[in-house]
């Protein structure tokens, strides 16, 4: 009995020992339980944000100006005060640039589908798990994305993510040109072509290809047989006149690859073919200008590959999440909402554009037959993302300079190979930004209405109308 009654208390001790320890992981693991609700912070605080409307001239911003606790608008072009109210009658028409704004409205409407919460420690490695830089369920989108609108096939291609244009064809270039060779390529495209296959071509100096301009400079007899390697952008629909194009020297070059950036009529024998997601999602900032390239061989993919692991190691992780939810509320249902949207939105500004310099004898517009659609399978009129201006008269030589006079910024025609007399208006803006450009497109033609009717023959100096 004595012995029994000498291991109780022991025996007791270690128990209560025992029962503390569970109770205190017990305690642990109910205190730090997770919490599904850890995101409404996040929540809260774009909602907020969403909520501050800027009078609809304008958008606040998460990662915005921040004044005494509340978000700054920022206003849209001409206008101002602390709500954007406020509108400046005499401000130039900014539309120079091709911020793709005029989807803002589409994508309010469906806040709720597109939204996207960030976890702080998302990604956080160099690569996915299969030690690529690519996200596996983005490349299935959006080969699912091109089979359903039927611009691309997808079949056999590879699929290779840039930060923008400018890095990824600047890395398709570097792939298709010789690096054993004493001769660079000669990279080329056809006039009107896009700024950016002179600058970045130039920008980069490469010992392995330069920009020659003109590709139909290379077409004559005495150029076709030559063994130089050539490159040529194939742009289409063309940045900046909207017309569908065709390669300039296929079939001339023993040695030629095309380039073709944006959407277009795609044919299988393509070296290489660029597809943007501006093309669908118009947001070059949303993505950090995430834009994608289909690739038909497995060499050109390889290097363009290691081009961009050395860049940049790759497309921001968060970018291509951001991307793949956008696409799949692109997808949702018959996937016909944001391309009808869009489309009916071009079309209306590009036919209040035409009618009102449809009267007009100084100024003229690109001329664009309705083409097959084959997404909507059936013939649709134009609905240009840029409006390619022409001065018609010898006077008006410098045409940026004489719109500029009359309250319109636009970009100027050299910049695409062409010359002065030709300037870009982006169309793709905020309904703000074309609504001013309109305003001072009406009363240019107007004043040249009131000269004609006068019988006076006034220089460019007459259309200040700001």
Not at 365 to 382: A, D, M, S
Request: charged residues 20%.
């Amino acid at each position: 009995m004595g012995q029994l009654q000498r291991w109780i208390y022991p025996a007791g001790l270690l128990c209560s020992v025992i029962l503390n320890v569970v109770f205190v992981v017990l305690y642990v693991q109910m205190n730090s339980k997770w919490k599904p609700d850890w995101s409404k912070s996040a929540a809260k605080e774009a909602e907020a944000v969403a909520a501050v409307t800027c009078s609809g001239h304008g958008r606040a911003y998460s990662d915005g100006l921040v004044v005494d606790g509340s978000p700054v608008c920022e206003c849209n072009t001409c206008f101002e005060g602390p709500d954007c109210s406020q509108f400046s009658p005499h401000c130039a028409a900014d539309v120079e640039s091709g911020d793709p704004l005029f989807l803002e409205p589409f994508w309010m409407q469906h806040a709720a589908s597109s939204a996207v919460v960030i976890m702080g420690w998302h990604r956080m490695s160099y690569s996915y798990s299969d030690r690529s830089t690519i996200s596996q369920e983005l490349d299935k989108l959006i080969r699912k994305l091109h089979a359903h609108v039927g611009n691309a096939n997808t079949t056999g291609r590879f699929i290779v993510f840039g930060a923008g244009s400018t890095q990824l064809l600047n890395a398709a270039v570097h792939a298709l040109s010789p690096h054993n060779s004493s001769e660079p390529a000669k990279v080329v495209a056809t006039i009107p072509y896009y700024p950016a296959y002179k600058s970045q071509t130039e920008f980069f100096d490469s010992v392995h290809f330069h920009f020659e301009g003109d590709a139909s400079m290379y077409m004559n007899s005495s150029t076709s047989n030559t063994t130089s390697t050539f490159i040529e952008f194939v742009t289409s629909p063309n940045n900046p006149d909207g017309k569908l194009s065709k390669a300039v020297l296929r079939a001339l070059m023993s040695k030629q690859y095309m380039i073709v950036p944006t959407t277009g009529l795609i044919s299988l024998q393509f070296q290489l073919l660029q597809m943007t997601i501006s093309c669908c999602l118009p947001f070059p900032s949303l993505l950090v200008m995430l834009e994608w390239a289909l690739v038909k061989e497995k060499d050109v993919f390889e290097a363009m590959t290691t081009y961009m692991s050395r860049n940049t190691e790759g497309v921001s992780r968060d970018s291509q999440l951001r991307a793949l939810k956008l696409l799949k509320v692109v997808m949702e249902g018959s996937g016909r909402e944001i391309f009808e949207f869009s489309s009916k939105t071009m079309k209306d500004r590009w036919d209040q554009l035409n009618k009102t310099l449809s009267v007009s004898k100084h100024f003229s517009l690109q001329e664009i037959t309705p083409q097959h659609c084959t997404f909507f399978q059936r013939v649709r009129t134009p609905s240009p993302a840029y409006a390619w201006l022409k001065c018609e008269r010898r006077e008006d030589k410098d045409c940026p300079a004489v719109i500029r006079e009359a309250g319109i910024i636009g970009r100027n025609g050299t910049l695409y190979g062409s010359n002065s007399s030709y300037v870009r208006l982006s169309l793709i803006k905020t309904q703000d930004d074309f609504d001013v450009m309109l305003h001072h497109l009406n009363k240019l033609v107007t004043k040249e209405k009131q000269n004609v009717k006068n019988g006076i023959n006034h220089t460019s100096s007459s259309y200040i109308s700001l």
